[in-house]
């Protein structure tokens, strides 16, 4: 019987928020995958856990997944951490977690914290829609255009790049918008502050303890953009009909609405033999 692979949350800062499970599954794993075994280690040890650690990130993402499916196809159960929130998502771990699915391995998850979801829950947004963007890929200017949704949107940031991201979704979104910027969750310097996009250049300035720690931040809704009604075959066909022959007509009236061109053929012939 092939093991099973279970993909651990854990704490984003605050260390009582490793959940009773996520501590169960780790004391009981085979082997315990951590993007950096040292950082894991010192969540262990906290907790009495004796785990045998071995390390996937992403530089040995691929070869490690490799050792790891065959220790699973063994029989052994692998608890898959990062180093802090929940492994895949902006982290290493989903390679490992495709080849088990392939490989016919139950995967389980033992879910818990992640900066993204704890940030959305205390932005205070409604609705049930929103994006996930991760790290914006750098300059930020270029990737702004997917961020143009008319619902909110989760961004991670690293102390670096925070100010020139924040100018740079003023300049693309404008003052008005609103923006929640959730700086080290769970931990002892923790700030959630909702304002308008224009006030957030001189909030990020305001302290110089603003400059480091870890960023989430959730931009308010856009307007939801008229649609136009698409266009109707039918209608299309007649306008172009009166001007061309059937079946340049249907060519391009299938072209314009993507509707199939032989049934505009056939619909433009049926007019034609109207009187
Ligand atoms: N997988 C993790 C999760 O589920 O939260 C995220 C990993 S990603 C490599 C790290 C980024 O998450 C940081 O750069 C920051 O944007 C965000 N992050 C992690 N911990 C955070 C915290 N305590 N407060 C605010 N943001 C945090």
Not at 97 to 106: L, S
Not at 155 to 161: I, N, S
Not at 167 to 196: C, D, H, S
């Amino acid at each position: 019987m092939p093991g099973t692979l279970y993909v651990v949350a854990t704490p984003i800062g605050n260390l009582a928020d490793a959940s009773p499970r996520a501590l169960e599954v780790l004391a009981a794993a085979d082997l315990v995958a951590c993007e950096d075994t040292r950082t894991s280690r010192k969540l262990l040890a906290a907790h009495g856990i004796a785990a045998r650690t071995v390390a996937l990130h992403a530089h040995n993402e691929r070869t490690a997944t490799e050792r790891l499916i065959a220790a699973l196809r063994e029989g052994k159960n692998v608890a898959l951490i990062s180093d802090a929130g929940t492994p895949a998502v902006s982290d290493p771990g989903a390679l490992l977690v495709a080849a088990a699915h392939r490989e016919g391995i139950r995967v389980v998850p033992v879910p818990g914290p992640s900066a993204a979801i704890a940030a959305y829950s205390a932005a205070g947004f409604a609705g049930g829609t929103f994006l996930f963007a991760g790290f914006l890929a750098a300059p930020p200017e270029k990737a702004l255009d997917a961020l143009d949704v008319p619902y909110p949107v989760i961004l991670y940031e690293a102390p670096h790049r925070i100010a020139a991201t924040v100018r740079a979704l003023l300049e693309r979104f404008g003052p008005e918008r609103e923006i929640v910027i959730a700086r080290e969750l769970t931990k002892k310097f923790e700030e959630v502050a909702r304002m308008r996009l224009g006030d957030a250049p001189a909030w990020l300035e305001a302290c110089p303890h603003r400059r480091q720690g870890e960023f989430v931040l959730v931009l308010g809704p856009g307007e939801a953009k008229a649609v136009a009604p698409a266009p109707q075959p039918e209608r299309v066909l007649e306008l172009l009909l009166a001007a061309l022959p059937a079946g340049e007509a249907a060519r391009l009236a299938a072209r314009i609405t993507g509707a199939p061109r032989n049934a505009l053929y056939r619909a433009a012939l049926a007019r034609a033999r109207k009187p």
